[in-house]
């Protein structure tokens, strides 16, 4: 298990929602999986999920009580991100808050960075996968 705390973080209030959701699957020993995938507006969406799982190639940080993994192909355009937990109006949800990203569409969901196309033509409309 690699431990670089420079590769990708977790806020404490992230970190908290994070284990209360492994908890509410009843997955304690489970990580959670960030991940960049093609589409959105913006040319790439992040990806969160509940993972038993790790992958040859994987990048795992254990920060507030709480593991965070990273395929190997979402690294380069994760590094030095934090997740975050945001409340706004229409509830509460985890962002990313990416130094990679050059823009991003109104939502936060997702982003292009400098000189990436979108791929494979993808994207057009806001958060559409």
């Given at each position: ?61 254990e920060m ?52 990436a196309k ?12």
């Amino acid at each position: 298990m690699v431990q670089e705390q420079t590769v990708l973080s977790i806020t404490p209030l992230a970190a908290e929602r994070a284990r209360e959701i492994l908890n509410r699957y009843n997955k304690p020993n489970a990580a959670i999986r960030v991940f960049i995938k093609s589409g959105g507006c913006s040319g790439y969406q992040y990806g969160m999920a509940v993972d038993e799982r790790e992958l040859e190639g994987d990048t795992t940080v254990e920060m507030h009580g709480v593991r965070l993994v990273v395929d190997r192909m979402s690294l380069p355009l994760l590094a030095g991100s934090e997740v975050d937990w945001v409340e706004n109006l229409m509830g509460g949800g985890f962002s990313v808050n990416n130094p990679q990203a050059t823009s991003s569409c109104g939502c936060g969901h997702s982003f292009r960075t400098d000189g990436a196309k979108v791929p494979n033509g993808e994207g057009g409309s806001c958060c559409s996968s």
